[in-house]
């Protein structure tokens, strides 16, 4: 059975209510002071992509590759993307413990986020090593592994008590090859955490029912799904050994989720691999 819950960052009293409301106007304002002050960045870039994506689809934009190759550029952009508090997009994860592969870790902000938790062995995975590098460099981790999860790994079979996706899964570009990967490694009884944005489905847009690709100027090659578009996407690609456990949904009051051209919430999907018989 899938247990699916939504949630909002609302409560019970009218001052709170209120106060609630204030701050998505404050978010919305803030949203719209800095893209004004970052349009031309924003243009300019966004002219230079289309120039080059007519001739390459898959053209990355220079702004996407300054991120990669000087990953303190990804850092200001996630706390512009995440303001005010960036570190709280973490907080709808639930509960992490023992052997953890952290899927797309980047430079280590989650690392960061959890490093009074103990009882967390996090194996840091990204493809982008100048990222690894520098979390390393900063201490946010000692080792980390420069492998994509769609493609086989050195990771032992039956390694990890939890994978964690933590807002990457929509970079992944073959999700069921991903799937198998993480099957392999993961332990029996053991859990998936995928935490990804979505676009709320009032405004998708799509006609697919099972998300689709796009190729963005400010993010690169890229899954935009809506709810349920994820979920019926994940379905499709689940190996027999994985189900969906359970479906959250928290709309965080930030700068990506309450943006006034591409609104987004907040999903988290648990995944749990069945025990061997």
């Known amino acids: 059975m899938i247990i ?8 019970p009293h009218k001052f709170n209510d209120r106060f609630s409301k204030l701050g998505i106007y404050g978010v919305q304002g803030v949203f719209i002071i800095l ?8 243009y300019l870039n966004k002219w230079d992509f289309k120039r080059h994506k007519k001739r ?24 512009v993307q995440n303001f005010p508090i960036p570190h709280n997009v ?3 994860l639930p509960p992490l413990r023992g052997d953890v592969l952290q899927v797309g870790c980047g430079t280590g902000l989650l690392n960061k986020y959890l490093r009074k938790q103990k009882d967390i062995r996090f194996l840091n995975m990204d493809p982008n090593l100048n990222a690894l590098k520098l979390g390393k460099k900063w201490g946010r981790f000692n080792s980390y592994i420069h ?8 990771l032992p079979d039956h390694s990890c008590d939890m994978i964690l996706f933590a807002r990457s899964f929509h970079h992944i570009r073959h999700h069921k090859k991903a799937f198998i990967e993480s099957s392999r490694v993961l332990r029996d009884g053991g859990s998936i955490i995928i935490a990804d944005p979505v676009i709320l489905k009032s405004l998708s847009g799509s006609a697919t029912d099972g998300g689709y690709m796009a190729n963005s100027s400010i993010d690169g090659v890229i899954w935009r799904f809506t709810k349920e578009t994820l979920i019926t996407h994940i379905e499709r690609c689940l190996p027999p050994e994985l189900k969906i456990e359970s479906v959250t949904e928290t709309r965080q009051v930030h700068v990506t989720n309450y943006n006034l051209f591409v609104p987004q919430t907040d999903i988290v999907v648990v995944l749990r691999k ?4």
Do not use: G
């Not at 893209?35 to 924003?42: A, D, E, H, T």
């Not at 492998?147 to 050195?154: E, G, L």
């Not at 069945?274 to 018989?277: S, Y």
């Open 56 to 79: 390459k689809p898959f053209y990355t934009s220079k702004l996407v590759r300054l991120q990669e190759r000087y990953p303190i550029f990804y850092e200001l952009a996630m706390y």
């Open 35 to 42: 893209f004004l002050l970052l349009s031309p960045v924003y």
């Open 147 to 154: 492998a994509f999860i769609d493609k086989p790994t050195s």
């Open 4 to 11: 699916f819950n939504t949630s909002k960052q609302t409560m």
């Open 90 to 92: 973490y907080k709808v």
């Open 274 to 277: 069945r025990e061997a018989v």
